[in-house]
């Protein structure tokens, strides 16, 4: 392979481990709200909003995203 196809490769290997790891911690405020624990839901969204802060400063996904992607799992976890 080329130099510059696996310099992308290895940018898309970590942008995907990111967003995986994103994926992750929205999944488990979610599965908090879902049983009702709201201690557990508040630690949960607390993670996941410093992680997607972290993937908006390395560039894996768009500031706009991140900020919707908290409100929606802030409002689930207010709501509780």
């Known amino acids: 392979l080329s130099l510059r196809r696996q310099r992308q490769m290895c940018i898309r290997d970590s942008n995907k481990a990111v967003k995986s790891e994103l994926k ?5 405020t979610r599965a908090a709200v879902i049983s ?3 201690a557990a839901a508040e630690k949960a ?3 996941a909003s410093r992680k997607l802060d972290k993937a908006v400063s390395k ?9 919707n992607r908290k409100s929606s799992i802030a409002k689930q976890v207010s709501a509780l």
């Open 59 to 67: 560039g894996v996904i768009h500031q706009n995203q991140a900020a």
């Open 45 to 47: 969204l607390k993670a």
């Open 36 to 38: 009702g624990d709201k």
């Open 24 to 28: 992750t911690h929205i999944r488990a």
